[in-house]
C-alpha cells in the first residue's frame, strides 16, 4: 500500500524533519555529583601542609570538625616526591571507574591523584617542575590529567593511563594559566589564565594526547584565578579575578555579576568558589589581612544563607564543597 504524502514546501519538510530528529537527540551531558550530598568541605591548609576535610555543620572548626586528612609520605608511596609538597594549593573529589580520588596539586610541583579515602599510592602522581607553580588539576574521561601551572603558564595534558607514574603529556601555552575544569556539556576541558577564558579541545589517543584551543573568552578584568562549574546552570562556569567574581556564559562569553549572592561573594581577592549542589550554597576564600601567608586566610565564608568557618591558625588558599564529581 502506498501512502499519499502532501506536497509541502521543501524549507517546511527540512524543518519538519530537523525537530523530529532534535525531539529524539539525547540531552547535553552535565556534570553530575555521585553522591548526593550532604557535602563535606575540603581545604588546602598551607599551615599545617595539609588536605583537610571538614564538617560544615559544625560551627567550631577548633576540635572535632576535621573528618580526613591527607599528605604525601614515603609509607603511603610518595617516598619520591616529599620534596615537591609544601604549599598545597588544590583539592577535588573525583569519581573514576567506581572509585574515588582525591586531584591535588602543589607550589613545590607535585600533582596526584590520590585513592580516597584510603590515601595510600596513588592512581597517578609526578613532579610537574617545582619552578612553574602547579595550581590546579582534572581527571579527564578515560583516564588521563591535565595540570596548569602558573608561572610555567601552561596547560598540559598527562598520559595518567598509561600508569601511575608516567611522565609523558601534551602541552599548550596558557599565561598565567590557574583553573582548569573538565566540562560534560561542552566536552571541553575549561581553563583559566591572567588574560583569558580558554576551552581546550582534547583529542588524540590516551597514550598520545593532543590540545587545541576551541574557544576563547577575554576576561573583563584581569589575573584569572578560580574556575568551577555551576551546579543547575550547564551553560555557566564560576571565574574569579583578582578584583571580581563572575558567572560566564560559556556560548557566548558574556560575564554576568548579577547572579543570586553577587553582594557578597562578588568582591576582590577571591582565591576559591563553589556551590554546593544539593543546596545552592556558595563557599569563598580571600586572601586576610594579617594572616602569616598573604595569599591565604583561616576563614571559609559561606554565602546564601551567609556564615563562615574559621580554622585557628589555619592559612587557607583554596575551600570546595567536597563533591565527588565523575571523572
Known sequence: MRLSVPHLPVLTVVFTAITLISSF???????????????????????????????????????????????????????????????PDEAKLRHHDGRRYLLTTDSYGLAAVVPYPSGRGSYW????????????????????????????????????????????????????????????????????????????????TRADPTISRAIAHPLPTDWGHDLQLVPH????????????VYQVDKATGTFHSDYAGAETIDVAGVKSVTTNPATGQVITTRSEPGNPCSWCTSTVRLHRPTDSRTLPGGQIYKARWWVDYAG
Do not use: C, M
Request: no cysteine; glycine share 12%; charged share 20%.
Open 25 to 87: 537527540a539525547p540531552a547535553p551531558a552535565v556534570a553530575q555529583p555521585v553522591s548526593a550530598g550532604p557535602y563535606d568541605i575540603v581545604v588546602t591548609d598551607q599551615a599545617s601542609d595539609r588536605i583537610i576535610v571538614l564538617d560544615p555543620d559544625d560551627a567550631d572548626w577548633t576540635s572535632g570538625a576535621e573528618k580526613w586528612a591527607w599528605r604525601p609520605t614515603a609509607a603511603e608511596g610518595f617516598g619520591d616526591l616529599t620534596d615537591n609538597w609544601g604549599l
Open 233 to 244: 546552570r550547564p551553560d555557566r562556569l564560576w571565574v574569579t579575578t583578582g578584583t571580581r
Open 125 to 204: 602522581a609526578a613532579d610537574v617542575g617545582r619552578a612553574d607553580n602547579a595550581h590546579s588539576i582534572e581527571l579527564l574521561p578515560g583516564g588521563n590529567v591535565a595540570v596548569t601551572a602558573s608561572t610555567g603558564g601552561w596547560v598540559r595534558v598527562y598520559t595518567a593511563s598509561q600508569g601511575r607514574r608516567s611522565a609523558a603529556y601534551a602541552q599548550l601555552p596558557l599565561a598565567g594559566a590557574h583553573g582548569a575544569v573538565w566540562d560534560p556539556a561542552t566536552r571541553l576541558l575549561w581553563t583559566l589564565g591572567d588574560h583569558e577564558l580558554v576551552g581546550l579541545r582534547i583529542g588524540g
